[in-house]
């Protein structure tokens, strides 16, 4: 089975801009979290889909959202991006709503 | 305030020996709890569960132990490989939710 794949990897906005990411999960997945990490703040919790359905979110504000497909594909979206939305975005899936995630190579976005 | 804490930020280790990774947690809800081993660039890959129905979990060389009355985990590799260096990082999910809380993670170093 293919891994959760994400695109684009790399990424580079300024400040301001607004960026779209996507993910792709494991095939018959049904569970996508999307996870912010940065080396300050370590991995932190951003949402999660669940049939089309966001059933959790992070603190986060509501310059971050999200949305998953019918397909189970999932994409975020930042807007007005600050310098301090710098960071690997990881994207995971389960089979379930419970149990471990498999995560994605994560996409690096740097906001100048 | 962090719910799961790794206090070491590095461990060094020889290879052959053993390495202990340790965990803490706060919240009395959680009763998933999982290890990520994390090499720059990439995503976190699965490593190993316990359930808090458990108290240990072996799976090859990497074993982990609950204790729930400490709200304590740790992570023993046996024996450690040069290959095992990387950010392991704990996780913890509460009943009913997929949400993983993250550890801010512990660098391992083995060496020949």
């Known amino acids: 089975k293919a891994g959760v794949t994400q695109t684009p990897r790399y990424l580079i906005k300024t400040r301001g801009q607004q960026v779209t990411l996507s993910c792709s999960p494991i095939?018959?997945?049904?569970?996508v979290s999307w996870y912010q990490q940065t080396p300050g703040q370590g991995l932190q919790f951003l949402f999660e889909y669940f049939s089309e359905t966001q059933r959790n979110k992070g603190n986060f504000p509501g310059r971050f959202s999200g949305r998953q497909f019918s397909n189970s594909r999932s994409e975020m979206n930042v807007s007005t991006l600050e310098l301090g939305d710098s960071a690997l975005y990881l994207c995971?899936?389960?089979?379930?709503?419970?149990?471990?995630?498999?995560f994605g190579p994560g996409t690096r976005l740097t906001v100048l | 305030d962090q719910q799961v804490k790794q206090n070491s930020p590095s461990l060094s280790v020889q290879e052959g020996r053993i390495s202990i990774l340790n965990c803490d947690y706060t919240?009395?809800?959680?009763?998933?709890f999982l290890w990520y081993k994390k090499y720059p660039a990439e995503g976190p890959t699965f490593l190993i569960s316990i359930s808090s129905i458990k108290d240990k979990n072996e799976d090859g060389r990497f074993t982990v132990f609950l204790n729930k009355s400490a709200k304590h985990l740790s992570l023993h590799i046996v024996p450690s490989q040069p290959g095992d260096s990387a950010v392991y990082f704990c996780a913890a999910s509460a009943r009913g939710y997929s949400t993983l809380t993250f550890g801010k993670g512990t660098m391992l170093l083995v060496s020949p």
């Open positions: 995971a899936s389960s089979l379930e709503s419970y149990g471990e995630q498999f």
């Open positions: 095939s018959g997945h049904r569970s």
């Open positions: 919240n009395s809800m959680f009763d998933y």
